[in-house]
């Protein structure tokens, strides 16, 4: 008897070669040789064939790029954010994604503290300042910037993330507050010794502001020019989270007219293309999407998305129960209103 076809796999970009070789012990993989971006009929015509897809943001996926893949089942994204992914209508279409949270955790928050204190003292201005053969003698009022220890940290976004860059501030003796869609258990407040406040609250109070909240529709240049406004003029604003977050003409505005001292940004609103007026500001620090950019948190983050593709399709020790799926509830109710589901039981 002829053998049973293998599952096929679309890896929409080029990882880490060894990891990702664990796919190729369930399913044959078509895999893609260097960086791509991949406009949306390309990711239509990958998709077409293929049981399972591992991605990452660069790969936007809604309705019209899973129309025609009828074989296709789960979708693992290697990110904790997933915004390049229509939720809603993977769901409508009976696919299981995943996610990959926990393993970056502590690495982005070492890396939000990293930004905030280089907007906060300066450090990238400075940094061009000698570059440029500017310093030619000491002074004693150069590049002053603001303090960090001391301070008052605003945590906007108080997931896992949050929490960490909140636990980091005790060193500093910080007082921290945070604002939430909805308050934290009193536990949980204790453990990050973090107080909370309503969201106007959080901007006139913090000096330094911190950005860890998913996008959304909603959160859409929810830092506008009246929030913006709210900050005190020696706040420093620091943006992990992700770009349309921050309304960038209106953060340019108040970093030129000196209504907010400095601002660090690892995510933009048109990634990889950026606001030219960003980039002719001294005051603001710019880093290329980096904040979970250590080696060993970006091999974490894709073999759990590995664990995530095989489980979900049916494979490995724990098939059909991945480690991080964003909508399994919402498949089951599909499938106990009668509805047509996915995942490792099922197919359309």
């Given amino acids: 008897m002829p053998m049973p076809e293998r599952p096929r796999v679309w890896v929409s970009q080029p990882l880490f070669d060894d990891v990702v070789a664990r796919l190729g012990e369930h399913f044959d993989l078509v895999a893609t040789a260097q960086v791509t971006k991949h406009g949306p009929e390309a990711i239509a015509v990958a998709l077409r064939d293929v049981d399972g897809a591992l991605v990452t943001l660069n790969d936007p996926i809604g309705a019209a790029q899973v129309a025609g893949a009828g074989r296709l089942r789960a979708i693992a994204n290697v990110g904790v954010g997933y915004n390049n992914l229509d939720l ?4 409508a279409a009976g696919v299981l994604v995943t996610n990959t949270p926990d393993v970056l955790t502590e690495t982005t928050a070492d890396f939000g503290w990293a930004l905030m204190m280089a907007a906060a003292r300066r450090i990238g201005e400075a940094e061009r300042w000698l570059r440029e053969g500017q310093w030619r003698q000491w002074s004693f009022d150069s590049l002053l910037g603001g303090d960090v220890h001391g301070a008052t940290l605003g945590i906007l976004g108080m997931g896992r993330i949050g929490q960490a860059i909140a636990r980091r501030a005790a060193g500093f003796r910080m007082r921290v507050l945070y604002h939430n869609r909805s308050r934290l258990p009193e536990a949980v407040e204790r453990e990050s010794a973090a107080a909370y406040v309503g969201f106007e609250e959080l901007l006139a109070r913090a000096d330094h502001l911190i950005l860890v909240l998913p996008y959304s529709p909603q959160a859409h240049h929810l ?9 005190q003029p020696h706040a420093t604003l620091t943006n992990i989270a992700r770009g349309g977050i921050v309304d960038e003409d209106a953060l340019a505005d108040a970093l030129e007219h000196g209504r907010l ?15 030219p007026r960003l980039l002719s500001l001294r005051n603001v620090v710019l880093t290329p999407h980096i904040a979970s950019g250590s080696l060993a948190t970006r091999r974490a983050m894709v073999a759990l ?6 489980a979900a399709l049916g494979h490995g020790p724990d098939a059909g129960r991945p480690p991080s799926p964003l909508n399994a509830a919402q498949l089951a109710e599909r499938a106990g209103a009668g509805g047509r589901t996915m995942g490792a039981q099922g197919g359309r």
């Fill in 305 to 310: 998305a590995v664990d995530n593709l095989i």
């Fill in 261 to 275: 001292a400095a601002a660090g940004l690892d995510v933009f609103e048109g990634e990889p293309a950026l606001n």
């Fill in 88 to 91: 809603p209508a993977l769901t």
């Fill in 223 to 231: 830092v506008d020019a009246a929030a913006l406004a709210r900050m």
